[in-house]
């Protein structure tokens, strides 16, 4: 049987579910790959963080050289987050010749004509389905099934934070300020939460969506954003009023696009889309409106993505 080695690059939470479920489920991902999968070699500077499983230590290095380098590793999964210098580390291994599976939005937005061209040059494959809606598979929708259609208009709650704090707000009559903390406490929140509740967690997203949909790239910080922070509870009675809910929406059609709180119809499907999940609703000239609602980010459902996007590599390999 063959084996494929993988380099693994950053075991926080995310890598830590992807190796945890590549462990897992190995027999799931060898009967429908026909081979031995395995992360060889990690690179992260913490070599002794308890990460609540038994990791090689001889596994860690701290050269991505080590990695991008080796002629035995075949597949590269890029989970450090940030723009750099994780996107410079994506060039490498596609220049490399190897396959590519990363969850970094902010990579990806940053720099995606240049990565897609660097992978088409070297016949490689760079997939980032856990990029945008963690489990949800909307990217894999796009570039599959719903491949046929002109796209007409993305709308999208993909920012879990921004959704569990206008939820609380909405429920429960609190000050942002509060749910805020409240979402610190339990996790939901970074205790530096700029990316999300200034909705640049959700640019990023949007420029990817922008795209694949319609062709064009835009770079996050050409997407008009506002965020949520100035968002009140006043708002939020003014919109129930109207029948509303306020929402912070990534929406984008072939001209325009922004991110930012808008008011979303009772009757309308992401009204109902609260706490820390998401939902993408796209609407195409041939099937219409298509709405993927699921867990947008933790461990183990951006896991259960990226391993997706590995088997697909490796079944492109047969």
Not at 32 to 40: D, K, N, P
Not at 148 to 153: D, K, L, M, Q, T
Not at 304 to 316: E, H, T
């Amino acid at each position: 049987m063959k084996k494929i080695n993988i380099g693994l690059l950053g075991m926080g939470n995310i890598g830590t579910g992807t190796y945890v479920l590549l462990e897992k489920n190995k027999d799931i991902i060898q009967e429908a790959t026909g081979c031995q999968v395995e992360i060889t070699k990690i690179l992260d500077r913490d070599t002794t963080r308890d990460r609540g499983i038994y990791v090689d230590p001889k596994k860690f290095v701290s050269d991505i050289d080590d990695i991008v380098l080796d002629e035995d590793v075949q597949v590269v999964i890029e989970l450090l987050g940030g723009v750099s210098p994780a996107k410079d580390f994506i060039y490498a291994a596609l220049h490399s010749g190897k396959h590519v599976v990363t969850a970094n939005k902010a990579a990806v937005a940053a720099d995606m004509p240049r990565l897609v061209s660097e992978a088409k040059a070297n016949n490689v494959k760079f997939m980032f389905e856990a990029s945008v809606g963690g489990g949800i598979p909307v990217l894999s929708a796009i570039n599959g099934p719903l491949q046929a259609n002109h796209f007409e208009e993305v709308l999208g709650i993909v920012n879990g934070t921004t959704n569990y704090i206008l939820t609380k707000m909405t429920d429960e009559g609190l000050e942002y300020a509060d749910v805020l903390k409240k979402a610190q406490e339990l996790g939901f929140a970074e205790a530096d939460p700029t990316g999300d509740v200034e909705g640049l967690d959700a640019a990023n997203k949007l420029s990817i969506l922008i795209y694949l949909m319609f062709g064009k790239y835009v770079a996050p910080s050409d997407i008009p954003t506002t965020g949520i922070t100035k968002v009140t509870k006043e708002d939020i009675k003014a919109a129930k009023e109207k029948g509303a809910v306020i929402k912070l929406l990534a929406k984008a059609d072939k001209d325009t696009y922004s991110v930012g709180p808008e008011l979303v119809s009772l009757d309308h499907p992401l009204s109902s889309v609260n706490n820390e999940f998401n939902a993408i609703y796209l609407t195409g000239d041939a099937v219409g409106q298509v709405m993927l609602y699921g867990k947008g980010a933790g461990p183990m459902p951006t896991a259960s993505a990226v391993l997706g996007d590995v088997i697909q590599i490796l079944k492109g390999e047969k």
